[in-house]
């Protein structure tokens, strides 16, 4: 069986069928006799005993203090109560009631107690609540609870729905691939199964009824396809495939530790675009010359609330740390668009989310938010080379509010006796207004940042989570080229030096004809690297050059397209 | 019996990360230490009850235990109480 879905990584991976199947929540609602009160009792503790180790062996793979650690943590001090424990034994002898129907009665009225609060908090902290007691429900009836234990080393786990932090909970060295049922290109999870490196289908419309656990499936991210069951043929050509792939890894991993210079000497600053600390911990292996993008509202996904700056500071501190003197470029919170959160107060509803309040549009309207990240940023620059860069600015008024924003947190370190470093600045170009009113702005910045998948969204008008238009409107194309082009060459003539940090530059094809612009600087999707960089070192900038005139001489993107096929670069 | 009143100041209330943090350090004394606000109480080693109080910024905490280590373990509980955010 041959299923389509969307690839948000490359990569083959076959391996062996793990269900996470929707959990088994069936309350047994029948008057218990009492001589099986006992048992229930047991089946209870028994259960609550189960998830515990499991939630111990997921704590053991985060990150103490982090967000994903404190929830997990916070689960296990509940579940651990002798107080809830009490409550549930007390509500199987009173009340006759089963295992199940006990574990959802206390979690319940914990809900309800929590939900009444006038607390929008603790009103989010009551669905968590909810959801515990459904695992504890869902281990009792049998149905989970095993799941990431024990799992096969080529496992792939098709599920409904992951949601960001039952991925962080993930043995990721056991898991080869990841396929879904739903979620779009611009997911959390899709975004950090990337990061990760795992070959992942997305929207992918496979039947739980049609695949059970142990069968043999191959995911094929190049194509965007999952096998079941796949025949002798298949089998024997994706492997083929994956054996090239693999082959041409272990090739690659000669340049990890070597500078990314071309053959006729020309330098390129290869940088990484992350999420999270984890992201950092992994690039050792890949070689980079620093972070290009920090994602840093990715901090506050799952968050219970807000990390203030003395979280935030610990975040960048940790990073920088593992960093070892290489750059570090942090973006301010980019919140609106597609990314919701919710320790955030709930935003008003907007029309047009992309056009509305997000980015920097968003930090100058909760100013005391803009200052925690800013003030974190500026104390942790004492300790490294530091970048800030605001995403959405589009004219020099708005600057103009953010380096006062800069100036005012300085000032009040200052007053307070605290020490901070030298920040460079820059901003994300990531509108058509940004390319236009850049000169304006370039004379008060260090550094700009070409955000290539917004700018083309805004130039092209083709909403990026759109999969309708995914095809017909792609990055890659004249008006989008063009746009990148007249920045480079307005930085060039300012001074300020220049990057890209958009999923353009992890496309290999592409990367060095955006060198041959004359970008000095990309950063890309850590999984990505290697073969860019192999690309790069392998290729010479005067053939980059030439291939960037013949780009920027294309009219049409059918042109751009066998611009791509025809330029065979070496590999 | 030796008890302590305090008034929390912590800009969001104790909510779980803090109340996490207070849980652990009550389970580090022999006593029962217990916490009462607006008419409520919980024990501080119990998170399950702790977070029905509704400890938001403002409100006014009764803290008290009995036996050998009260006087220790309502005065780090307090203390707790009163500084963490």
């Known amino acids: 069986m041959e299923l389509k879905g969307i690839a948000v990584s490359t990569g083959i991976a076959q391996g062996t069928s793990v269900l996470f199947e929707p959990f088994d929540n069936s309350l047994d609602y029948r ?141 990721l060295d056991r898991i080869k691939g990841i396929v879904l049922k739903t979620g779009g290109l611009t997911s959390h999870t899709a975004i950090l199964a990337r990061a990760a490196g795992i070959p992942a289908l997305l929207s992918c419309g496979f039947e739980f009824a049609e695949i059970s656990n142990g069968m043999p499936v191959i995911i094929d991210a190049y194509a965007g396809r999952l096998h079941i069951n796949p025949d002798a043929t298949t089998t024997a050509d994706l492997t083929t495939k994956q054996l090239h792939n693999e082959q041409r890894r272990q090739a690659l991993s000669k340049y990890r530790d070597i500078e990314c210079s071309t053959q006729d000497h020309h330098r390129i600053q290869l940088m990484a675009n992350i999420t999270s600390l984890n992201d950092v911990a992994r ?82 309207k909760h100013k005391a938010l803009l200052r925690s990240q800013l003030r974190a940023v500026l104390r942790v620059a004492e300790f490294g080379s530091v970048r800030l860069m605001f995403p959405m600015v589009t004219q020099a008024e708005e600057l103009d509010e953010l380096l006062a924003e800069v100036a005012i947190c300085q000032q009040q370190l200052q007053q307070e006796g605290k020490k901070f470093g030298e920040l460079q600045l820059g901003i994300v170009v990531e509108t058509p207004a940004a390319v236009l009113n850049l000169a304006s702005m370039l004379p008060k910045l260090d550094f700009i940042s070409i955000g290539s998948n917004d700018l083309a969204q805004y130039t092209l008008a083709a909403d990026r989570t759109n999969l309708a238009l995914a095809a017909d409107y792609p990055a890659f194309c004249p008006a989008v080229l063009q746009l990148i082009n007249m920045t480079v060459q307005t930085a060039k003539q300012a001074g300020v030096s220049c990057s890209l940090c958009g999923e353009m530059a992890s496309d290999s094809r592409i990367a060095p004809i955006l060198v041959g612009m004359g970008l000095e600087e990309l950063s890309i999707n850590p999984a990505a690297i290697p073969e860019v960089k192999a690309l790069l070192c392998e290729g010479n900038y005067q053939q980059f050059c030439d291939l960037a005139r013949q780009a920027l001489a294309c009219k049409r993107i059918s042109e751009l397209e066998s611009l791509l096929v025809s330029c065979k670069l070496p590999s | 019996m030796y008890e302590k009143t305090v008034t929390i100041v912590a800009q969001h209330g104790i909510h779980t990360r803090p109340a996490a943090v207070l849980v652990k350090e009550a389970k580090q004394f022999d006593c029962d230490v217990m916490v009462e606000c607006q008419g409520k109480q919980a024990s501080a080693k119990s998170l399950f009850k702790l977070q029905t109080l509704g400890l938001y910024k403002g409100v006014t905490v009764r803290v008290f235990a009995e036996g050998a280590s009260a006087e220790l373990a309502v005065n780090k509980i307090a203390e707790l109480l009163e500084t963490l955010s």
């Open chain 1, 31 to 171: 008057l218990l006799p009492l001589y099986l009160v006992p048992g229930e009792q047991r089946k209870a503790f028994d259960a609550i005993r189960q998830l515990c180790t499991q939630l111990e062996d997921s704590l053991a793979q985060q990150t103490e203090g982090s967000d994903t650690y404190a929830l997990i943590e916070a689960d296990l001090l509940l579940l651990q109560d002798t107080e809830l424990q009490q409550q549930i034994h007390s509500s199987i002898r009173d009340l006759q009631l089963s295992a199940t129907a006990a574990v959802d009665r206390v979690f319940l009225h914990q809900a309800s107690e929590l939900a009444a609060l006038d607390d929008p908090l603790m009103a989010q902290r009551s669905n968590d609540v909810v959801s515990l007691g459904r695992r504890i429900i869902n281990v009792i009836n049998g149905a989970g609870g095993k799941l990431l234990n024990n799992l096969p080393d080529d496992s792939i786990l098709l599920a409904e729905d992951l949601t960001p932090s039952e991925f962080a909970q993930l043995p």
């Open chain 1, 283 to 364: 690039l050792a292996q890949f070689g980079i010359d620093g972070i290009g993008l920090f994602r840093t509202e990715f901090l506050l996904m799952d968050a219970t609330r807000v990390p203030d700056e003395k979280a935030q500071f610990t975040q960048y501190y940790n990073a920088i740390h593992l960093l070892a003197g290489k750059t570090i470029t942090i973006r301010t919170l980019d919140i609106g668009a597609d990314k919701e959160f919710a320790c955030l107060p709930n935003k008003q509803q907007e029309d047009n989310p992309a056009l509305g309040i997000r980015g920097i549009r968003y930090s100058l």
